[in-house]
């Protein structure tokens, strides 16, 4: 079970501080969604993400940044993954450093390409964004991919985002997710070490089924 995290929209204090920490216990991956950064202030903030953690960063924004930077990956939103131009821009990137995000089961059985993983959401009520109901049925990561095993097709790692906390990973993971996505719950909480601490030590427990 995967543990991914991605960064608010806006720099907050001691984000980075933060950051640094959870990839020293073992984070497996960063996403940073900085919509209204640049291409400099992407390098600024990674520049401040400790060297041996670099491959363990996705970005959302600013691919030129992947090799230069040597980063683990990107992520494309939905208006990226349908416009040919970024397809153009990231055409040398290779699938197993590039995720998406999805809505729908049927977007996932719909989809060709080998994404290493994929976001689904919302799997629950959102914290960060108040308003964002769960939309998604649990079951259906299990049933997508047997579904696609019997058509011998490929199913990326399916991520669950949108109100997910400690208490709800368990509950992903019995229902046959690959990992869990977090936001709110982590940057939120008055303590985000010790709210990741939790969700890590929720993870080290689980039992496949």
Not at 59 to 86: D, Q, T, W
Not at 179 to 184: R, W, Y
Request: neutral net charge.
């Amino acid at each position: 079970m995967n543990l991914i995290l991605i960064t608010p929209e806006k720099t907050g204090t001691d984000e980075i501080t933060l950051a640094n920490q959870m990839l020293a216990h073992g984070l497996d991956r960063l996403h940073i969604r900085k919509p209204y950064s640049s291409a400099n202030d992407y390098s600024a903030y990674i520049s401040q993400i400790a060297e041996q953690y670099r491959a363990k960063i996705v970005i959302h924004g600013h691919f030129e940044l992947l090799s230069e930077l040597k980063l683990g990956g990107i992520h494309l939103s939905e208006a990226m993954r349908n416009h040919p131009l970024v397809w153009g821009q990231i055409r040398d990137i290779p699938p197993s450093k590039t995720a998406t995000s999805f809505h729908s089961w049927d977007e996932i059985m719909g989809n060709e390409f080998r994404y290493r993983y994929v976001f689904i959401s919302p799997v629950f009520d959102s914290i960060s964004k108040p308003g964002y109901k769960a939309g998604i049925g649990l079951e259906g990561a299990r049933a997508t991919k047997q579904k696609l095993a019997s058509r011998n097709k490929y199913c990326p790692g399916i991520i669950g985002l949108g109100g997910v906390g400690p208490d709800q990973i368990s509950m992903l993971h019995h229902n046959g997710f690959d990992g869990a996505a977090m936001l709110g719950a982590i940057w939120d909480s008055k303590d985000p070490l010790g709210a990741f601490l939790q969700a890590k030590k929720v993870i080290s427990e689980l039992i496949d089924v």
